[in-house]
């Protein structure tokens, strides 16, 4: 097996769900908003600038800055402020006015508006979102660019078990631990879907707030957890040889990256400048992206997304 890359990524508004309110209440408290101060993307313009928020994971941070400096090429100021944390957070952020766009996920954040929504395919997840948002928050186009929860094994576990798909695993569901956020034992689609869907019911959850990183890639290498809830963008699946159990009852919604935003202040040019980033960004680039950044490259997410708006003659 090939040594794990490092990796430090933090699940899309699943981790830290707990830090995020505990932060955004005591701030609150203090009369404050959970958002203090901008990075430096760019200078903050007057008027029709706009701010960038993250989530509390490098693919979200680096997205975020890819947004800014695509915003930033087309003429409209944007500055960035990045690892908010989870999508509660986030989204009353963008709704308060402290953000004005955030890069999220359509088939998760229509169950965070919609808990009942039972869409599962990319058309169907977008046609339902609009329909569901609260009135002054909207979503663009999204991009073919695509990062799915995944149930992860190692290569040895699959053969062992014969393990191809979720349902092959609930076999033996009843003998395994998983690693992924505490989130995931009350999500639709964590332990109530596998339940739901799969009448998968795993021996127990090892909860970390990594997504996929390094403490749950070694769990999984050492076989402390026999199965890890990991993105489908995470490099470390190939590097690895790990193997993602398909889901042929769709427990996991479609998963395309788009920007969520309010329409206050949000301008023609600006969505024009959002929807080409969307027209040309893949689930590839998202790998090459975060192994950029969390892999032995180690750069910034604003270097990250400056070389890729480079390369795809976004930025000249």
Known sequence: MKNPVPMTLTRRGLGGLAAGLGVALALSACGGSPLATPSTSATTGAGGSLVVGSADF??????????????????????????????????????????????????????????EATEVSAEDVYKALPGKLPEGLAVLEPAKAESKDAMVVTKATAEKYQLKSIEDLAKVCKDFTMAAPATFETRAYGFPGLKKN??????????????????????????????????????????????????????????????????AKMTDKAKEALNNVSKILTTDDLINLNRAVSGDQKQSPKDAAAAWLKDKGIVK
């Open 58 to 115: 490098p693919e979200s941070q680096v997205i975020a800055e890819v947004y800014a400096g695509a915003l930033n090429a087309a003429g409209v100021t944007a500055t960035t402020k990045p690892n908010i944390g989870s999508r509660e957070i986030y989204f009353k952020a963008v709704q308060d006015g402290s953000i004005d766009l955030v890069p999220d996920y359509s088939g998760n954040l229509l169950s965070y508006v919609d808990t």
């Open 198 to 263: 799969y009448n998968c019911e795993l021996k127990g959850l090892q909860p970390f707030n990594d997504g996929g990183g390094n403490l749950t890639l070694q769990a999984l290498l050492e076989d402390k957890v026999q199965v890890a809830d990991i993105y489908t963008t995470t490099p470390s699946i190939a590097d690895n040889d790990l193997v993602v159990l398909e889901d042929p009852k769709n427990n996991f919604k479609a998963q395309q990256v788009l920007p969520l935003y309010s329409k």
